[in-house]
Nanobody, 121 residues
Framework: VQLQASGGGLVQAGGSLRLSCAASGGTFSSYRVGWFRQAPGKEREFVAVISWNGYTRYYADSVKGRFTISRDNAKNTVYLEMNSLKPEDTAIYYC???????????????WGQGTLVTVSS
């Protein structure tokens, strides 16, 4: 499976963005898909993950209540709706797949190129 994240951009604090993760090849619908982010000088961190059927979703505490992950297997796409954005949300956002019940970046694969989100204060 190959993944491509898109939808990033520059937004003011309090604003919203919707990221998309489009998949090609493989059986996308059989994978859990996670969103991660990496800010300058920091390690890649978990943001959200969704089960293969969309029934189970899990969020990092830092984004809980503000971000929503969803998927449309018919379109081979996973989304990350980001609301009430804060300057500390500034990072490159990546999506990746896993067959394991985990939030560790090392357990995910098929990393695509990320999309940059910049939140100004």
């Amino acid at each position: 499976v190959q993944l491509q994240a898109s939808g990033g951009g520059l937004v003011q604090a309090g604003g919203s963005l919707r990221l998309s993760c489009a998949a090609s090849g493989g059986t996308f619908s059989s994978y859990r898909v996670g969103w991660f982010r990496q800010a300058p000088g920091k390690e890649r961190e978990f943001v959200a993950v969704i089960s293969w059927n969309g029934y189970t979703r899990y969020y990092a505490d830092s984004v809980k209540g503000r971000f929503t992950i969803s998927r449309d297997n018919a379109k081979n796409t996973v989304y990350l709706e980001m609301n009430s954005l804060k300057p500390e949300d500034t990072a490159i956002y990546y999506c990746a797949t896993s067959r394991r019940s985990t939030t560790m970046p090392a357990d995910f694969g098929s990393w695509g190129q990320g999309t940059l989100v910049t939140v100004s204060s």
